[in-house]
T-cell receptor
Framework: DSGVTQTPKHLITATGQRVTLRCSPRSGDLSVYWYQQSLDQGLQFLIQYYNGEERAKGNILERFSAQQFPDLHSELNLSSLELGDSALYFC??????????FGSGTRLTVV | SQQGEEDPQALSIQEGENATMNCSYKTSINNLQWYRQNSGRGLVHLILIRSNEREKHSGRLRVTLDTSKKSSSLLITASRAADTASYFCATAGAISSGSARQLTFGSGTQLTVLP
């Protein structure tokens, strides 16, 4: 157990639907990062939150949004899902000077 | 987009041999990190080397960094079958907003250690 908790582990949904992925960072970590991992794009940075505020945006589609709550957990919302959104979605947390701690990921399958 | 390119894409060795993976990157960095991923699982942080460091060791791992060539290498000595995994380098940019920097990952090297 890395200390970063992601739920659900697996998600199967139909095209056009909306899903919410949840992440609880490691205790004490203020930064949360979301990454998408697919076979063709590799690991792509989506978005970062720091202590409740958005800090950086990467290759995040407009159909995707995220937020970090006062208790520091974060949610990634994916809407109008397409087949190409099928991927592993990882959350990671970190302190300012160290490496990331990754969660075990959510495998999203869009059918 | 990928910051780092890793070489080789795949590596197969016998148990007990050393494995060397290389990573090249494009922009100035604050630090470079290596991660390991077992198939379909989360990434595990292995080692971090800062831009002012040239070499770092952790157990059977040795990492080097050459900022003039924008490259790094990861050496795993005396490999074991359990080392079979994908290995990724990741770079943290030189510009900081005060919070932890986002990482940009390379494409990864798939290491297979044969028993």
């Amino acid at each position: 157990d890395s200390g970063v908790t992601q739920t659900p582990k697996h998600l199967i949904t139909a095209t056009g639907q909306r899903v919410t992925l949840r992440c609880s960072p490691r205790s004490g970590d203020l930064s949360v990062y979301w990454y998408q991992q697919s076979l063709d794009q590799g690991l792509q940075f989506l978005i970062q939150y720091y202590n409740g505020e958005e800090r950086a945006k990467g290759n995040i589609l407009e159909r995707f949004s995220a937020q970090q709550f006062p208790d520091l957990h974060s949610e990634l919302n994916l809407s109008s899902l397409e087949l190409g959104d099928s991927a592993l979605y990882f959350c990671a947390s970190s302190v300012a000077t160290g490496g990331y701690t990754f969660g075990s990921g959510t495998r999203l399958t869009v059918v | 987009s990928q910051q780092g390119e890793e070489d080789p894409q795949a590596l197969s060795i016998q148990e007990g041999e050393n494995a060397t993976m290389n990573c090249s990157y494009k922009t100035s960095i604050n630090n470079l990190q290596w991660y390991r991923q077992n198939s379909g699982r989360g990434l595990v942080h292995l080692i971090l080397i800062r831009s002012n460091e040239r070499e770092k060791h952790s157990g059977r791992l040795r990492v080097t960094l050459d900022t003039s060539k924008k490259s790094s290498s990861l050496l795993i000595t005396a490999s074991r079958a359990a080392d079979t995994a994908s290995y990724f380098c990741a770079t943290a940019g030189a510009i900081s907003s005060g919070s932890a920097r986002q990482l940009t990952f390379g494409s990864g090297t798939q290491l297979t250690v044969l028993p």
